[in-house]
């Protein structure tokens, strides 16, 4: 999976951040991506999820079907 953030449409709300710090790095200018690719299966979960929650619809991925996997499953411990 590779991850894209377009700065044009990021509001730099942080939620990316907070929610995987190890790939997204947030500043005033938006968004970048530390880690653009990603294997883990953990870490995917949580992309997944970011691209329903994410306020500015600013994410995307290549190289995996499109899926949706709400916060309360991708990480339990964040509810
Ligand atoms: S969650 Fe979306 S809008 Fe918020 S900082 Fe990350 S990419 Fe930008």
Request: with cysteine.
């Amino acid at each position: 999976m590779r991850v894209k953030v377009d700065t044009e449409r990021c509001i730099s709300c942080g939620l990316c951040e907070e929610m995987l710090p190890e790939v997204f790095k947030v500043e005033e200018k938006g968004a970048s991506v530390l880690l653009p690719l990603i294997e883990e299966e953990d870490r995917k979960a949580v992309v997944w999820g970011l691209l329903e929650d994410c306020p500015g619809e600013a994410l995307t991925v290549e190289g995996e079907e499109p899926r949706i996997i709400p916060f309360y499953v991708a990480r339990p411990e964040r509810r």
